[in-house]
Structures are given as C-alpha cells and as structure tokens.
C-alpha cells in the first residue's frame, strides 16, 4: 500500500525552526519526485519545494527561497522540509506530494502529484 505519512509539525515562535518529515512506504521516494505544499486558512493549497527523481534537483518558491531546505535522505526513504526563520505567514498546513510516474520531475501544478500525505500543521506565532 502506497503512504505518505507527515510528522514535524507544531508551534514555533517567529523566527524558529521546524523540520518536517515524509516517509513512504510502498513505493521508493528516489524514483519520484517529491512535493512540499501547504495551504493556509481561506487559501488554495500552493506548492513551495520540490525535489525531482534520481538527480534530486531542487526547486522553491520565491516566499521560501533562502528560508526551507528540501532533502531526499534514500535509507531511510523519507523527503525532509528543514524550515528556518520562520514567519507568521508560513502558518498552514503542509502536505507532501509525490507524483506517480517514475523518473517524475518537479511540476508546480498540484493535480501532477498522485499521492498525498494527511498534512501536518505549522503554526508560527508573532
């Protein structure tokens, strides 16, 4: 059975830290490319990282560029959001997204993606 399951979520104060996780199972991460996406109260969702197949060429969003760091560690088959200086403005939801093609690159469009995580909650206070 094919899951994402993500986990890191909580409260940081203005300028914290949080790394997110995104194991899978059922599937190897490395053939894939991989998607972060969040999506804060009365927003659409909107993609902000993403990491390609094989090459792990990595891709952000300008609001995060500099901020979050998207990784790909293959032992443990698990895509990591390391988040750094966060803002209020990051508060969301954040989902990982994998697409379901091998040897898949980074799209931006959220119905490329074919399997989801639940979301994990990032709060950030003032």
């Known amino acids: 059975q094919v899951q994402l399951v993500e986990s890191g979520g909580g409260l940081v104060q203005s300028g914290g830290s949080l790394n997110l996780s995104c194991p899978a199972s059922?599937?190897?991460?490395?053939?894939?490319?991989v998607a972060w996406f969040r999506q804060a109260p009365g927003k659409e969702r909107e993609g902000i990282s993403c990491?390609?197949?094989?090459?792990?060429?990595?891709s952000y969003t300008d609001s995060v560029k500099g901020r979050f760091t998207i990784s790909r560690d293959n032992a443990k088959n698990t895509v990591y959001l390391q988040m750094n200086s966060l803002k209020p403005e990051d508060t969301a939801v954040y989902y990982c997204a994998a697409r379901g093609r091998v040897d898949s690159e980074c799209r931006s469009a959220e119905q490329d993606y074919v399997y989801w995580g639940q979301g994990t909650q990032v709060t950030v206070s003032s």
């Open positions: 059922g599937f190897t991460l490395y053939y894939y490319a």
């Open positions: 990491i390609s197949s094989r090459t792990g060429i990595t």
